[in-house]
């Protein structure tokens, strides 16, 4: 199946997957080109789907990535089965199921929000097919991460607390910086910072 939009053509592509012992079908979205590059997995938040990251696509493809968007299982057009009980480690291994139905490899996973907490427990699963995670606005981090960063996520006064307790020098945006400021900050020793190294998209000709 292909949807066509005014500047791109996407795939809609069912995988089955193995959950249980019962067969589910996750569902993905990616560009109708000829594959090439690295995989980049989009992985929406709570009622997200996949269809919401479809305009990101062409520029990553041009700078060397292959972009896939995934509904997560019980969203979307991807299965939804009453028997399941979800919580973060089944959407985790729905998608672990999925890559290795893909055969995919050297991954980078973008997940918004609770996709970011989701791909906290897909690189638990399968260390060695993540090359890196990018995480925005995440859920998932726990207690290890510092108590002002857990604060900075409230809703509404985040912006304002990231302001004037960690980027008191440096504009509100997602740029290197901010990133760095983050990862820098992380208090979970036991993580290497190289599996968490940030994936920033590139801007105005701006080259890796």
Do not use: C
């Not at 938040?45 to 990535?65: H, L, M, P, R, V």
């Amino acid at each position: 199946m292909y949807i066509k939009t005014a500047e791109l053509m996407i795939r809609d592509i069912y995988s089955p997957i193995t959950l249980y012992g019962n067969t589910y079908k996750i569902r993905h979205i990616e560009l109708n080109k000829p594959q090439k590059g690295k995989p980049i997995i989009f992985l929406p938040g709570i009622g997200g789907f996949a269809e919401s990251y479809k305009w990101n696509f062409d520029t990553f493809y041009q700078n060397g990535y292959w972009p896939m968007a995934v509904d997560h299982i019980g969203f979307g057009k991807s299965d939804k089965p009453h028997e399941l009980d979800y919580t973060v480690t089944i959407f985790s291994q729905a998608i672990v199921e999925w890559i290795i139905t893909n055969k995919l490899k050297n991954i980078v996973l973008v997940g918004n929000s609770f996709g970011g907490g989701v791909s906290i427990g897909i690189w638990e699963f399968i260390p060695k097919k993540i090359q890196s995670i990018v995480l925005v606005s995440s859920a998932g981090f726990g207690r290890e991460l510092l108590w002002n960063y857990r604060f900075a996520s409230l809703p509404i006064l985040n912006e304002l607390i990231i302001f004037i307790a960690f980027n008191k020098y440096i504009p509100i945006n997602n740029g290197r910086k901010s990133w760095k400021s983050i990862i820098k900050n992380y208090n979970d020793t036991s993580l290497s910072l190289d599996k968490f190294t940030p994936f920033i998209p590139l801007q105005n000709g701006e080259k890796l």
